[in-house]
Structure formats: C-alpha cells, structure tokens
C-alpha cells in the first residue's frame, strides 16, 4: 500500500512541475523582447557581459567627459543675403554713401553741425524682377535742419550708387536718439531747465551737469493731437519738435513733458 501511496505521489510532484514548466513557456511567449525591467540589453547575453551603465559593469577606462559647453554664436558676415536684415558693415556703407552727394555738407543735423541728421536705415523693398539672390537695397532716411526737409536715398549696396533720393517737407518720422539727447541738452541749458535741476538736486543731493545723469525717452511733437497750441509752436510740424519723458538712473520720474524742444529753431517752451 505504501508503494502504490508513494507511486501516486510522485505522478503528482511530476505532474505539478510539468505544469508549472508549461506555465513559464506560456509567459515566456507571450511576453514581448523588451519586457522587464531587468532585462539584458541586446549583446550583453551574448557575450556573458554586463551592460554598459549597469550596477556591477566594469570601469570604462578613460577620462572622464567634461562639462558640456555652448558652441559660440558665427559671426556677423560683412553682406546678408536675400531679405535679410541688413548687418552692422551694410548700416554703415548705406549710410557712408548716402551722404555723397556734394549737397550733403551744406546740410545740418540737430546739433547745428555739418551734414544731415540721420534718423534711420532699413532694408529696401526688392523692385519687381528682382531675382532673390539679387542686389540688395538700403532705404537711408536722414533730416536737413537747415531747411527742414526730410531726405531719403535709397543706396544700392553692391554698386554703391544712389538709385533714387527724394524730399520731402512737413513729414516728420519718429525721433532719432540723437535728436532726444539735442532736446535734452537744450533744455538744460533754458531757463525752463531750472525746475528739472533742482528736482534731481533734491531727489539725489548731487548738481545735474550732463544729460548722461538722466534716462530719456520721446518723440516728436504733433500739434494735431493738442487742444491748445502755444504761438511759440504753431510751426510744429514744419520743424521739427519733440516732447521728452525723462529719470534719474535707476531712481524717480523728472517731469518734463510740459517743455517742448523746437528743434529747428532750437528754442524750449512750456506747455499747459
């Protein structure tokens, strides 16, 4: 009897791991290749190694990688291509040859120096038929003071010649910083300059002497926009003349907005 007990147990001690056997080809073929999170990379089992990165894999010899770094910015080139905006040596040339012409030293700037004032440059519209590897065009804005005209020229910048110049009278473009640094310098030097003095005296204990003391901002005055003209400016529009916000470095607001600066004729008034 204890043989038959014996025989019957090991048919089911047998018959159990043949189950469990099944079971582990079942999960095995269902599973896919990279399932698991301790799987062995492709090649690792192969070759009987570890891999790469895992605990227990050898040292790579070797220095170690350093730090990453950025990979420094091209510089400019001397000509943009296409519709690209214009770089540093074509602002410069358009302007340099923009101010050719014979005419241009009769001419004066905000400053009453020689020359016009320059107010801006910008790529110039492609004309019609223009391949897109063509010329590239510079559109030069600049202003006479000396008989209020708003120039513009525009410059080939591959022959260096002057396609076309026009003026223009009683249009004025926004202000050049130039110009605001002008307005601010004649300011200081008016009677009406005195209150802006002694704000900044007061706010930081020191004499205002230079319009490098002061953040400023503005542009120019539109008589169209203001319910009560002053006599003084009833010209505004003519000339050129321009309204100022202005700071102390990284301190409090100066108010300087009732002063308008008549550029051309180079005189302050107060407003309101």
Same mark, same amino acid.
């Given at each position: 009897?204890y043989?038959?007990?014996? +025989?019957? $147990?090991?048919?089911?001690?047998?018959?159990?791991?043949m189950?469990?056997? !099944?079971?582990?080809?079942?999960?095995?073929v %269902?599973? @896919?290749?990279?399932?698991?999170a301790?799987?062995?990379? +492709?090649g690792? #089992?192969?070759? *009987?190694?570890?891999?790469p !990165?895992?605990? !227990?894999? @050898?040292?790579?010899?070797?220095?170690?990688?350093?730090?990453a770094?950025?990979a420094?910015? /091209? &510089?400019?080139? #001397?000509?943009?291509?296409g519709?690209d905006?214009l770089? =540093?040596?074509?602002?410069?040339?358009?302007?340099?040859?923009?101010?050719?012409?014979?005419g241009?030293?009769? /001419?004066?700037?905000?400053?009453?120096?020689?020359?016009p004032?320059?107010?801006?440059?910008?790529?110039?519209?492609?004309? &019609?038929g223009?391949?897109?590897?063509? @010329?590239r065009?510079?559109?030069?804005?600049?202003?006479?003071?000396?008989?209020?005209?708003?120039?513009?020229?525009?410059?080939?910048l591959?022959?260096?010649?002057?396609? /076309?110049?026009?003026?223009?009278?009683?249009?004025?473009?926004?202000?050049?910083?130039?110009?605001?640094?002008?307005?601010?310098?004649?300011?200081l030097?008016? @009677?009406?300059?005195?209150?802006?003095?002694?704000?900044? /005296?007061?706010?930081? *204990?020191?004499? $205002?002497?230079?319009? +490098?003391? $002061?953040?400023?901002?503005?542009?120019?005055?539109?008589?169209?926009?203001?319910? =009560?003209?002053? %006599?003084?400016?009833?010209?505004?529009?003519e000339?050129?003349?321009?309204?100022?916000?202005?700071?102390?470095?990284?301190?409090?607001?100066?108010?300087?907005?009732n002063?308008?600066? =008549?550029?051309?004729? +180079?005189?302050?008034?107060?407003?309101?």
């Open positions: 009897m043989e038959i007990v014996r +025989r019957h $147990l090991g048919k089911v001690v047998a018959g159990t791991a189950a469990i056997t !099944g079971t582990a080809v079942a999960v095995a %269902a599973l @896919p290749g990279n399932a698991g301790d799987e062995v990379p +492709r690792a #089992a192969a070759t *009987g190694g570890t891999a !990165g895992s605990p !227990g894999a @050898p040292r790579t010899e070797g220095p170690e990688p350093g730090p770094t950025l420094s910015a /091209q &510089p400019e080139g #001397a000509k943009g291509i519709t905006p770089t =540093d040596d074509e602002l410069k040339r358009a302007e340099a040859l923009a101010l050719t012409p014979p241009a030293a009769a /001419q004066r700037n905000a400053e009453g120096g020689r020359g004032q320059r107010l801006g440059t910008e790529l110039a519209d492609p004309l &019609p223009d391949r897109a590897d063509g @010329p065009r510079a559109l030069v804005r600049l202003y006479d003071y000396r008989r209020d005209e708003l120039v513009t020229r525009t410059v080939n591959g022959t260096g010649r002057i396609e /076309q110049s026009g003026v223009q009278r009683g249009v004025q473009p926004s202000a050049h910083p130039e110009e605001l640094r002008a307005a601010l310098e004649l300011i030097a008016s @009677p009406l300059g005195k209150g802006v003095k002694e704000d900044y /005296q007061d706010a930081t *204990g020191k004499e $205002l002497t230079s319009t +490098r003391q $002061l953040w400023f901002n503005g542009d120019v005055y539109r008589t169209y926009r203001e319910a =009560d003209v002053p %006599a003084q400016l009833r010209k505004c529009g000339h050129r003349c321009l309204r100022l916000v202005t700071k102390i470095l990284n301190g409090s607001w100066i108010d300087t907005r002063l308008i600066v =008549d550029l051309s004729a +180079r005189s302050v008034t107060r407003v309101g």
